[in-house]
């Protein structure tokens, strides 16, 4: 079993963490990360585009012209694609944009990141965080003590209403759940920080 060092909100050394050798060993897959992250973005790309085709422009349906006679090509409709402001052809439509990854690349993308993000020091466990109030500035000052960079990610069990609230005006600090932590938010930050009771929920989440 390899350990992980705790500290408190003084930046003084706690208890330490075990945590499974075979998660701290595995090798960082590129591959694998590159594709979990993509199906990630794709899943919340909104994909509301849409343009209109000759059947859904409002125009009156009266033949432009008579068929024969003009010189002209005949012309049936206003809504013809070769005509300004009529239908677009092969226009792009509303859909998801989303597509699936098998799980087995999602757990070997979630182990990678995470031991890589170990190997490079980019992981902080904090023995607690309990703010007694939701003022930014405290919130700022136990970051300061930690000597943490400006964008870092705050991962706690449960996310208090003073947590949340504090932390909000810090454009560089984001906090969510270990529920919701995903290979995109572990690549996004430079550091993390897991509060000592969600590292022991997730390091459940990576032995599966």
Do not use: C, W
Not at 63 to 78: C, E, H, I, P
Not at 157 to 166: C, G, H, P, Q, T
């Amino acid at each position: 079993m390899a350990t992980i060092k705790t500290v408190d909100a003084g930046n003084k050394a706690a208890e330490k963490i075990e945590i499974d050798d075979t998660i701290l060993e595995t090798p960082y897959h590129k591959k694998a990360v590159s594709e979990v992250v993509r199906q990630f973005l794709a899943a919340n790309q909104q994909g509301t585009h849409s343009t209109k085709t000759r059947g859904e422009v409002a125009y009156s349906t009266r033949k432009l012209y008579r068929q024969k006679g003009t010189g002209s090509s005949r012309a049936g409709s206003a809504k013809s694609p070769i005509r300004r402001h009529g239908g677009t052809i092969f226009g792009p439509q509303m859909r998801s944009h989303s597509f699936r990854v098998n799980k087995k690349t999602k757990r070997l993308a979630t182990r990678s990141v995470f031991a890589e993000k170990v190997r490079q020091d980019g992981v902080l466990v904090l023995d607690s965080l309990n703010l007694t109030d939701n003022k930014t500035k405290n919130l700022k000052a136990i970051l300061a003590k930690l000597e943490l960079p400006e964008k870092v990610l705050i991962v706690a069990d449960e996310v208090s209403e003073n947590l949340r609230l504090a932390s909000r005006n810090l454009p560089g600090v984001h906090v969510l759940s270990f529920r919701s932590l995903n290979v995109y938010e572990m690549m996004k930050y430079t550091k993390v920080v897991f509060l000592k009771d969600a590292l022991e929920a997730y390091k459940e989440r990576l032995a599966r």
